[in-house]
């Protein structure tokens, strides 16, 4: 059975996909099938998966991103999706976001090293903007041990372990407020730059700051389908903004906290532990049986301790691969296609 490929690619790759197998660039039509892979592989890594078709479509909504050239699909002889691959460009050809998968019936093929090839391949196309490298990131699912034993082996270094913690909403927790400090939900039209503002001069010492993304490019998240401001909560000492929390609501009901955010000067005062009592109390208020987030490990402001003490627990892991991705490593790797 001869091997496919759609679109333009380096021939080392096209030699690598297994007879019979199809890679093409995913469409809007592919969406159901994409989710059906992903959640067959995280069903493989975790008692429940908690992926979506929406989640899905809020990565392809990203600014910069495009299907026709950051993302694959890898499909079986029988045309079902046995992979998925996406790169992202999170800091503009700088700091790339890769993810991929493979379904757990399509594993042993090769479809792993396929994957991370065409994420690299297409790595590559970012020198073109002036930087002699990049810096490549892969998540991998804390139990998926072939996935970290190919990155090692491809040089990707394990840099950070981040955990997914959740709470069970059982009896009510009210907000202990500190001394001076007020909450309320973000206020539409009057407090969004606030609220960025604050995210900003926060997260300054987290993993991976470099370069905040723009306000404008921040302010999409407005635009998603979870977007409730509601959800959103400033903690103020009278006029200043000191701390923030993004929350959003889950297709099934539950909650997640994307960020909690407090500004040096107000750390160790109790902030942040309102603002999520707060965000609790919200969405237990709305029949929300539990509320997740998810924390890297090292954090420097020690947030793991802070929401054990909340009452969180971690649920499962995740770890953090990185790579210096150099112009002349590409140029050994794609001769061809590094050249043009």
Not at 120 to 133: K, L, M
Not at 256 to 273: E, I, L, Q
């Amino acid at each position: 059975m001869r091997r496919h490929i759609l679109g333009s690619v380096h021939p080392k790759l096209a030699a690598m996909i297994p007879p019979g197998y199809i890679v093409r660039r995913p469409t809007a039509e592919d969406a159901p099938a994409i989710t059906a892979c992903v959640i067959a592989f995280e069903k493989a890594c975790f008692s429940e998966p908690d992926f979506s078709v929406t989640e899905l479509e809020d990565e392809w909504s990203r600014p910069r991103f495009d299907v026709e050239s950051d993302a694959w699909i890898v499909l079986d002889p029988s045309g079902a999706v046995a992979g998925y691959a996406s790169v992202w460009d999170e800091i503009p050809h700088q700091d790339l976001s890769c993810d991929a998968v493979v379904h757990p019936e399509q594993r042993g093929r090769g479809l792993g090293s396929l994957l991370v090839d065409l994420m690299e391949e297409r790595a590559a196309d970012h020198f073109a903007f002036g930087r002699g490298q990049v810096l490549l990131h892969n998540v991998v699912a804390g139990p998926d041990s072939n996935a970290q034993r190919l990155l090692e082996s491809r040089g990707y270094e394990r840099v950070r372990t981040f955990l997914r913690m959740v709470i069970d909403l059982g009896a009510p927790r009210p907000p202990i407020l500190p001394a001076g400090i007020s909450i309320a939900p973000l206020r539409r039209g009057f407090d969004e730059r606030d609220f960025y503002d604050t995210m900003k001069a926060s997260f300054t010492v987290d993993f991976r700051f470099s370069e905040f993304h723009p306000y404008d490019e921040w302010a999409q998240r407005m635009a998603l389908w979870d977007f409730d401001p509601s959800l959103w909560w400033l903690a103020w000492d009278q006029e200043q903004p000191v701390g923030v929390l993004e929350g959003r609501p889950l297709e099934d009901g539950d909650g997640w906290v994307k960020n909690v955010a407090v500004r040096p000067s107000h750390r160790r005062r109790g902030v942040a532990a309102a603002l999520l009592a707060s965000c609790f109390g919200e969405f237990r208020a709305r029949g929300a049986k539990k509320v997740s987030l998810g924390v890297d490990s090292l954090n420097p402001t020690r947030a793991t301790a802070l929401y054990e003490r909340s009452g969180m627990t971690p649920e499962r892991s995740y770890h953090f691969y990185r790579k210096e991705f150099r112009a002349e490593s590409a140029l050994r790797q794609f001769p061809t296609r590094a050249e043009n």
